[in-house]
């Protein structure tokens, strides 16, 4: 049963950076040729899509957040991970990893998803 | 970026009873190539992530009960619970995966009359 399990600091500082890990059991990101994604949900509010990655490297952005974003793969420990640069108060969410529904396309829902981190921007 | 946008925010329906949720895109969501509407819809219970209900805007996702039915095509589309129990108590999300960003619906709240 494919697993992914949020991981990293639950307070950041403003101007401060976010860096997030998700860790993938019950499949390998580097052989099952799906996409992987992050999305976020502010406390009570709809849910944003941050970006996806194949685990060969190839990544889709949000433009909204592509200035402070980056997400890459270690394949050697079956994670992939988040940072989020400048950050404020309205980067403010709990914090999903998920997989895309079908293997090479990135063009497909999430069907497998983690349980959220939730990360505070705060001084 | 396309814009999804849905209605009602929130609706309350009796046991038994039908729930629909709409959602229209600010663009056609229809891949011509292969004429399938690249929309999703998620259940968001309390506490939990999303669930994935249904893709190409009517495939249910495996284990979904078939009292979930997604239909429309092109910019409108609409989740109906045919019967609605206690269970579906959530906050329901459509997704449009036709183009990135791959924008969300606001959520509409279910909840039982």
């Known amino acids: ?123 | 970026d396309i814009v999804m946008t849905q209605s009602p925010d929130s609706l309350a329906v009796s046991l038994g009873e039908r729930a629909t949720i709409n959602c229209k895109s600010s663009q056609s969501v229809l891949y011509s190539s292969n004429n399938k509407n690249y929309l999703a819809w998620y259940q968001q219970k309390p506490g939990q992530p999303p669930k994935l209900l249904i893709y190409w805007a009517s495939t249910r996702e495996s284990g979904v009960p078939d009292r979930f039915s997604g239909s429309g095509s092109g910019t409108d589309f609409t989740l109906t619970i045919s019967s609605l129990q206690a269970e579906d108590v959530a906050v329901y999300f459509c997704q449009q995966c036709y183009s990135p960003p791959f924008t969300f619906g606001g959520g509409t709240n279910v909840e039982i009359k």
Not at chain 1, 15 to 29: A, F, N, R
Not at chain 1, 38 to 56: A, D, F, M, V
């Open chain 1, 1 to 123: 049963q494919l697993q992914l399990q949020e991981s990293g600091p639950g307070l950041v500082k403003p101007s401060e950076t976010l860096s997030l890990t998700c860790t993938v059991s019950g499949d390998s990101i580097s052989s099952s040729s799906y996409y992987w994604g992050w999305i976020r949900q502010p406390p009570g509010k709809g849910l944003e899509w941050i970006g996806s990655l194949y685990y060969s490297g190839s990544t889709y952005y949000n433009p909204s957040l592509k200035s402070r974003v980056t997400i890459s793969a270690d394949t050697s420990k079956n994670q992939f991970s988040l940072t989020l640069s400048s950050v404020t108060a309205a980067d403010t969410a709990l914090y999903y990893c998920a997989r895309h529904l079908r293997p090479s396309y990135s063009n497909y829902p999430f069907d497998y998803w983690g349980q959220g981190t939730l990360v505070t921007v705060s001084s």
